[in-house]
């Protein structure tokens, strides 16, 4: 007996045990067999060596010798972690000697580990580490009063403590460590001892840019160099990659059709099917391999394409001319290959729409049945994802050498996927397809995407049976019929092709027009009651149409990841708000500007945050479901962080630290940059940990970066360096959940389990899309003029909260233009200009990785202005005035215009204006009457005169 309180039915028992059939060694939990081996036939009158080896929940058993274990199990279910040990026989007389009894070191000990950024914090930036622990550590081992220190590159403490308050989250115990007041750049480790046990992290750094120092090149380049290249990349066949793939032709339709040129294995005797080895015509551009096949698809394609945009966008400097040239070469490889994608046809109705990929997936493993996946998709939000990433790739290409008339068929490209999205907005009835899946050639087999309604009520938990998507993709009025998904991506493809298009006068506006339509409906079915919270939050979107009683709408929030098949086929692309980003700035008068305000507002401050604090790791949530047990009751409302089925949701966090920082950055909030460095630390390292061997370990999730990291194993074997697996999941595998959904009405609980092991590039260029932005500098553009002459000045950028940070200075040239770029991220800065003859101007900027604040002034004619502060809370269909002031600190006069919009409610007026002497101060007041409804409220001015805009917002809350 071992790890016991001193009874067979409490702990552990390994028994050897003589039987007429044979010998065992049986392992015992509580009295209950766990695991049962066969050994050598025991004999009386001989000696026996047993060694037991318990780390954790792992337990070893080695017999006789053996020096690989003759036993071998993991206790996942709340395992003992220490306890006596006891010798036990029964019906035989025994002799026991030579008992060793050895303690390991902590961590093994004790089960717990500690977790950290394993490639690096920034200097100013939230810094922590974290304790994992079974609750039953927790107890035997007081983790509790556990104390730490953390240890330069000299082995001296740069900073100690005790561990914070617990967590628990998911079954598992979470200590945090904040040593976030460290900042002098260096190799770090942390030290925590936990019951006289001490244990070390691996080594990480701090510094200005880290991760953008740890093998950035390596993950977001030199991997798409290694995946391209042909059916099967030199790179990926040297590590035994199989060929798995196949094109499928524009105008193919059957097996027959699908082109298998250059196939590496003429001979067949690979796991594809015949075909013919004609090159396709027109040539299929090629592409870097994703999946675990040759096989690349839209969604994958456009993130890669849109991380390798910012990061020539905000780190160009940093890299070679070589490295340079080959940023811009994958940009046009993705560019082009979703070119490829796109259909030209005389039919109006499918002119313009992309297939979801050329390269599919030829498979003989089921049952021979030769099934092909999926090459006649179309996925209506490919049209969008195209528009954008295109739309993003000429702006990349458009002038470089080179690349000019690449770059004009991007944006020809975009724009005809763009018109087919506007005329029609719904699916067509064989878009969605599934006559070459695996299972319709013989199924059903053990993935459930055959059943794909089915698939699509579990996913949004609705539990009428007759509810079939079908009611809502084959809809065409207004956008009923589409998702909150693919409404956003529409939206950002709207308001990007109206800045980057080459068309003027309507053609040009219709996009803008477009984008205020598609924002008026996305922003409708935003979950606004503040009064009605689930779990704790509001602000989510409602993924269907609210005025459609055949979607199940209030039941149904949008996912950030829904990789299950066939019509969530790919659509893993996070919920981006760049189009009310844009609108705010392309249209800051609109009346629903307020309405663009408090999505924006109300997403990130009633949704985001939240349920970031509600989990240890700060990360985003995946979704919400209103009542995930199926019984109606709301009161079970419950967040999910990690939701998605098939394959895990790493691709998620990466595109929630961009968004994170875009909507800072507009709401100018620094406090942004942490949510956003919380979840790519967890690509990083500071993670649950991954359940490998010797029980749940602590890594990065990066093959081979660092060289210490485990991700390895978690990937297939070809997978290039700089991969990433697919991470967490609560539905692990290719499970029957979703279409068992019909008959148990039950999701599964929110858990962190090991994904899928595909390491798909969704996942890896997700994470340099969050990282290259978090560590973006933060661009303040001055613009400084006295009338229409250009002025320089003289700019102080001061840290209110950080004093800690000297204070900077800047000279503003005669031009009276400057950028500048150096600001430390994260912070409050007061920016002061000085300028002969004039007062002295301020303006707080709060610092954004991969944001630009934009100060323009008219010293002559300088204009601020204010809304006088309204109650918190407001009560339904009241009536309350408002006053606006505009100020003056220029030397001549002003008419400001301004702008009146609101949310929640109603304005007697939409503008006003006033003569403003110099120095002076107008005023004027407004009504604003509230509406019935428990919601948020925002008011906006926009004041205006010549140069000088400013804004100004109240918020709150109405019930």
């Not at 003992?80 to 007389?93: D, E, I, P, R, V």
């Not at 550590?137 to 104390?147: D, E, P, R």
């Not at 996070?574 to 705010?584: E, M």
């Amino acid at each position: 007996m071992f790890r016991s309180s001193g009874s067979f039915t409490n702990g552990y028992l390994l028994l050897l045990h003589r039987q007429s059939t044979g010998s065992t060694i049986e392992l015992f939990k509580n009295g209950a067999l766990l695991l049962t081996q066969p050994i050598s036939a025991l004999t009386f009158g001989t000696a026996y060596h047993v060694k037991v080896e318990a780390i954790g929940g792992s337990i070893k058993a080695y017999f006789n010798g053996a020096t690989t274990a003759t036993l071998t199990y993991t206790d996942s279910s709340s395992p003992y972690l220490s306890g006596q040990l006891g010798m036990f026989h029964a019906g035989t007389a025994v002799r026991f000697n030579n008992i060793n009894l050895t303690q390991l070191s902590a961590p093994l000990a004790t089960g717990a580990t500690v977790h950290s950024s394993e490639l690096g914090y920034q200097t100013y930036g939230e810094k922590r580490a974290m304790v994992r622990a079974s609750p039953q550590t927790s107890a035997s081992f007081n983790v509790a009063g556990a104390t730490w220190r953390l240890l330069n590159s000299a082995n001296s403490a740069a900073a100690s403590g005790t561990v914070g308050a617990k967590v628990n989250k998911w079954g598992v115990d979470y200590y945090p460590i904040d040593f976030s007041q460290v900042t002098s750049a260096g190799t770090y480790t942390m030290e925590v001892t936990i019951g006289g046990f001490t244990q070390t992290s691996k080594p990480f750094k701090i510094g200005d840019t880290p991760l953008m120092d740890s093998s950035m090149y390596t993950i977001a380049v030199q991997q798409l160099e290694d995946r391209f290249g042909g059916p099967t990349p030199p790179v990926m066949a040297a590590r035994g990659m199989p060929y798995l793939g196949g094109y499928l032709p524009a105008t193919g339709n059957t097996r027959a059709d699908v082109r298998l040129s250059n196939n590496p294995d003429p001979s067949g005797t690979s796991l594809i099917a015949s075909g013919s080895t004609a090159n396709a015509v027109p040539p299929i551009p090629q592409i870097w391999i994703d999946c675990a096949s040759n096989y690349t698809e839209m969604g994958s394609t456009a993130i890669t394409t849109r991380a390798l945009v910012d990061l020539d966008a905000l780190h160009r400097s940093r890299f070679s001319a070589a490295q340079k040239s080959a940023i811009l070469t994958n940009i046009k490889r993705g560019a082009d290959y979703i070119v490829g994608l796109q259909e030209t046809s005389s039919d109006p109705q499918v002119d313009g729409r992309f297939r979801h990929s050329l390269y599919i997936n030829l498979l003989k493993e089921f049952n021979n049945r030769n099934a092909f996946w999926a090459g006649k998709v179309y996925v209506w939000n490919n049209l969008n994802v195209g528009a954008v990433t295109l739309a993003k790739a000429y702006q990349a290409l458009n002038g470089v050498a080179g690349a000019g008339a690449n770059a004009a068929g991007y944006l020809t490209a975009a724009k005809k996927a763009w018109k087919l999205a506007k005329n029609r907005p719904y699916y067509l009835p064989g878009e969605v397809d599934i006559v070459n899946s695996i299972e319709s050639s013989g199924g059903p087999d053990n993935w459930p995407w055959y059943q794909w309604q089915a698939e699509a009520r579990a996913m949004y938990a609705i539990t009428d049976p007759r509810w079939d998507m079908g009611t809502v993709t084959l809809q065409s009025t207004g956008y009923k019929g589409l998702r909150t998904r693919e409404l956003v991506e529409y939206l950002w493809a709207s308001t990007l092709l109206y800045q980057v298009t080459d068309e003027t006068g309507a053609e040009k506006d219709k996009y803008l027009t477009e984008a205020k339509a598609v924002a008026r409906e996305i922003a409708s079915r935003q979950y606004l009651n503040h009064t009605q919270k689930l779990a704790g939050v509001h602000g989510m979107f409602k993924e269907f149409s609210q005025s459609d009683a055949n979607t199940a709408d209030d039941n149904s929030f949008l996912m950030e990841s829904a990789q299950t098949g066939w019509m969530h086929l790919g659509h893993y692309i996070y919920t981006n708000l760049d189009g009310f980003v844009d609108l705010l700035k392309l249209a800051p008068n609109d009346p629903d500007s307020a309405k663009w305000h408090r999505v924006l507002q109300t997403w990130a401050e009633g949704y985001q945050k939240p349920a970031a604090n509600a989990n240890p790791f700060k990360i985003a949530p995946n979704t919400v479901y209103r009542d995930p047990t199926g019984t109606g009751n709301s009161a079970n409302a419950s967040i999910y962080w990690f939701g998605n089925h098939l394959h895990g949701g790493s691709e998620v966090w990466g595109q929630a630290a961009r968004t994170l920082l875009k909507v800072g950055n507009y709401l100018n909030d620094e406090s942004y940059q942490v949510l956003a460095n919380a979840n790519v630390q967890m690509f990083a390292g500071l993670n649950s940990g991954f359940a490998v061997a010797g029980g749940v370990k602590p890594s990065s999730m990066f093959k081979g970066i660092p060289n210490t990291s485990l991700a390895n194993q978690l990937m297939e074997s070809w997978a290039a360096d700089g991969s990433v697996f697919g991470g967490y999941t609560t539905t692990p595998g290719n499970d029957s959940f979703w279409v068992n959904f019909d008959s148990t009405r039950q999701l599964p609980a929110d858990a962190i389990n090991n994904g899928s092991g595909e390491s798909w590039i969704a996942y890896s260029h997700a994470y340099v899309m969050g990282a290259v932005n978090l560590e973006g500098a933060h661009a303040v553009n001055l613009d400084f003029t006295n009338g229409a002459a250009a002025i320089g000045a003289t700019v102080s950028a001061s840290f209110p909260s950080n004093p800690g940070i000297a204070t900077r200075s800047y000279t503003v040239p005669n031009s009276g233009k400057l950028s500048i770029t150096d600001l430390p991220l994260g912070q409050k800065v007061v920016l002061t200009a000085q300028t002969s003859g004039f007062s002295n101007l301020s303006l707080p900027v709060n610092t954004v990785g991969g944001g630009s604040s934009n100060w323009v002034v008219d010293f002559s004619s300088n204009l601020s202005g204010s809304l006088s502060a309204l109650p918190q809370t407001l009560s339904k269909n009241t009536t309350y005035t408002v006053t606006w002031t505009a100020m003056n600190r220029g030397t001549t006069a002003i008419t400001p215009a301004i702008a009146l919009s609101a949310a929640g409610g109603v304005l007697n007026q939409a503008a006003a204006t006033a003569s403003v002497a110099p120095g002076g101060v107008g005023t004027g007041t407004f009504t604003f009457t509230t509406g019935g409804a428990a919601e948020p409220y925002v008011i906006r001015a926009n004041f205006t005169s010549g140069r000088n805009v400013r804004s100004s917002s109240l918020t709150g809350l109405i019930q």
